[in-house]
Structure formats: C-alpha cells, structure tokens
T-cell receptor
Framework: SQTIHQWPATLVQPVGSPLSLECTVE??????LYWYRQAAGRGLQLLFY??????ISSEVPQNLSASRPQDRQFILSSKKLLLSDSGFYLC????????????FGSGTRLTVV | GQQLNQSPQSMFIQEGEDVSMNCTSS?????WLWYKQDPGEGPVLLIA?????ELTSNGRLTAQFGITRKDSFLNISASIPSDVGIYFC??????????FGTGTSLTVIP
C-alpha cells in the first residue's frame, strides 16, 4: 500500500534562517506531488506541485522554493525565513490522471520566531 | 489559484444534532471530494463523487454532487464529539489539479 511521510512534525526557526522540509512517498511510482500551506487552521493554499522529477510548478510567488530530486521525494526550502512563513505545511500525492483525490501527509507545524 | 467557497465558515452544534454544509464554485467540475482534517493532522478523504446528482454515504455522512456541477453538499447526521474538525470540499476535472474550499470548522458540544 502507498504511504506518505513528512518530517519534521514541528519546527521552530529564527527569522533569516534556512528551511528544508522533506516529503517522501512509498508504494507508487511517478506520483504527482504537492506542497500546501495552511495558515491559522483554515484554507489550503497550494504552493507548488510536481508531475515528475525536476518539474516544479509554482502557484504563488513567495519566499519559498521546491525541488524534486527523486521520483518520490519532494522538498520545500527557503534560504531566509520570514515571520509570515509560519504555518502548517502539508505534502500530498496523487496518481496522475486518477481522480481519487489527494492523500496528505501528517503536516509540519513551522513557527518562525 | 481558484478557491471554492464553503459555508458556513464555522459551526457550533450540540451533540446529536445534524449538520449541513455546502461548497460552491464558479467553474464546473466532474469530481467533487470531501475531506476532514483533525486538529494538527493532514486532511483525510471522506467521500468522492463522480457524477452530477450523485448521492453517496459513508456511515453518518452523506454527500451530494450538485446537478449544476458547480456545487456539492455534505450532511452529517447525529453528530458526535469526534466529528470535530475542519471539513474541506475539493473540485477537479480529469487531468487537472483539484481546488480546495475555504473549509468549515465544526465544533460539537457534548
């Protein structure tokens, strides 16, 4: 069966420090991968999505970047965090053309201080 | 990106009451999904709808795919404390990404 792993679960980082959040999927190949941010426990904002290795689409211009170095690995990064980067970050995957929807990871709570 | 409108934004209900929420879009979708997010966790898929007019149940939950294909509805019967969380709708079309609703926060008072 397919599983999605996201880490770390919580993170407290000072303003101006770098960020690296990692997401991996097991049990499938060539998944579509997504990074979402959720502020204050509300709506889901799509940040990036990827349909293949090295292919990244950005939905919102911001202080963050994403990379997909391997088929089932998706990384969210920042060179210098801002206070406004605080939030709950969710990784998700889906199988290409299927419309079963997305399977989400357990999320990373990021607090920038 | 497109975001779907969910209402109500939040609900405070007594245990045992029924709950209704809806989701509307300016675009037509051929798939509607409903997710539930427990506090501090990622959303989990509850119900998937693939056909206009379709009515699908999952235990005490019932969801409907609107006839216009621009809306969907979720009902929860006889609410219990563990129903607490944020409920999200999502709409999508074949080959394209899903768009999520703004969420409905549900609080159940024992």
């Amino acid at each position: 069966s397919q599983t999605i792993h996201q880490w770390p679960a919580t993170l407290v980082q000072p303003v101006g420090s770098p960020l690296s959040l990692e997401c991996t999927v097991e049990g499938t190949s060539n998944p579509n991968l997504y990074w979402y941010r959720q502020a204050a426990g509300r709506g889901l904002q799509l940040l990036f999505y990827s349909v293949g290795i090295g292919q990244i689409s950005s939905e919102v211009p911001q202080n963050l970047s994403a990379s997909r170095p391997q088929d089932r690995q998706f990384i969210l990064s920042s060179k210098k965090l801002l206070l406004s980067d605080s939030g709950f970050y969710l990784c998700a995957w889906s199988e290409g053309h299927r419309l079963d929807g997305y399977t989400f990871g357990s999320g990373t709570r990021l607090t920038v201080v | 990106g497109q975001q779907l409108n969910q209402s109500p934004q939040s609900m405070f209900i007594q245990e045992g009451e029924d709950v209704s929420m809806n989701c509307t879009s300016s675009s037509i979708f051929n798939t509607w999904l409903w997710y539930k997010q427990d506090p501090g966790e990622g959303p989990v898929l509850l119900i998937a709808l693939y056909k206009a007019g379709e009515l699908t149940s999952n235990g005490r939950l019932t969801a409907q795919f609107g006839i216009t294909r621009k809306d969907s509805f979720l009902n929860i019967s006889a609410s219990i404390p563990s129903d607490v969380g944020i409920y999200f709708c999502a709409g999508g079309n074949t080959g394209n990404q899903f768009y999520f609703g703004t969420g409905t926060s549900l609080t159940v008072i024992p």
